[in-house]
């Protein structure tokens, strides 16, 4: 089957600096989850930009490669077109409205549909997380970071996505809420058949949901693989996973 995302040789630079990824490959298959790991200022959010048409915003340039989604190359293509042809995207720092109630939150992310499924689609993203549907009437700003992270992600999915790209996932959430949140992306995968591409700095927790991996560091690709291949690498251990400082926990 077709891989959903398909990333081929990607350079990119910024305005007065050089190259911010270098030769990336990557791709997600259709339904799975993919997991971007990568210390800070490695590319990562650069790739999503990249991948979501929101480069130019930010004075950044492909220089070669290719990126497909769905069959058709993107690159170049604004992120408005790309949100209609199936793209959702959870960007860094969740950017949820804050003066907003959750519901009106929601109904921004489904302002593509038509107006016939918007419902539908709003029940099925309290469905996923009910504590949205406890607080669809409050102010976006008086949620917690997990209930807004569940609401940034709440407003990619209800307009259906076949891919959705999650930059941080986990930053400054509480590992039981995180666990939570990709218990339920997996049902997401597995019952609409939705390729998420999920960007990490804690790498432990995504090694556990996600079925493949990427490491970036300093804008390449330097592991990837299955998920418990690239967690039981030598590398892995040591620069992410804290193998050294835990090795008598692991043990048990
Ligand atoms: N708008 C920009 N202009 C110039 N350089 C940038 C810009 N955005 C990012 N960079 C640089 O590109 C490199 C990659 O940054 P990027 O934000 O993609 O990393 P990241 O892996 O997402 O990091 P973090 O984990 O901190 O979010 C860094 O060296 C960063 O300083
Ligand atoms: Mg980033």
């Not at 220089?63 to 199936?86: A, C, E, I, N, W």
């Not at 950017?95 to 099925?124: C, H, W, Y």
């Not at 008086?142 to 259906?160: I, T, Y």
């Not at 997401?188 to 432990?204: H, K, P, W, Y």
Request: aromatic share 4%.
């Amino acid at each position: 089957m077709a891989d959903t995302l398909e990333v081929k040789g990607l350079s990119v630079g910024y305005a007065r600096k050089g190259l911010a990824l270098e030769d990336v490959s990557l791709s997600v298959p259709k339904g799975s989850i993919v997991a971007l790991l990568g210390a800070n200022g490695a590319g990562k959010t650069t790739l999503i930009r990249a991948v979501t048409g929101l480069l130019d915003l930010h004075h950044g340039h492909v220089t070669q490669g290719s990126v497909q989604f769905d069959g058709k190359s993107v690159l170049g293509m604004p992120s408005h077109r790309l949100v209609r042809m199936g793209m959702g995207l959870v960007p860094e720092g969740r950017l949820v409205f804050k003066q907003l109630t959750v519901e009106d939150n929601l109904s921004v992310g489904a302002a593509i549909l038509p107006r016939s499924a918007v419902r539908e689609r709003m029940d099925a993203v309290y469905t996923l997380f009910p504590r949205l549907l406890e607080r669809r009437q409050q102010a976006a700003g008086w949620l917690s970071g997990g209930e807004q992270q569940m609401l940034a992600l709440g407003r990619a999915l209800v307009a259906s996505p076949t891919l959705l790209l999650v930059d941080e996932l986990s930053l400054g959430l509480a590992p039981l809420i995180v666990k939570a949140i990709y218990k339920q992306l997996l049902v997401v995968g597995e019952t609409l058949g939705t390729s998420m591409l999920i960007v990490e700095q804690n790498a432990r927790l995504a090694l556990e949901f996600a079925a493949t991996a990427y490491i970036l560091d300093r804008g390449r690709i330097v592991l990837s693989g299955p998920s418990a291949d690239v967690a039981a690498s030598e590398a892995m251990k040591e620069s992410y996973l804290g193998a050294k400082r835990e090795s008598s926990a692991s043990a048990a």
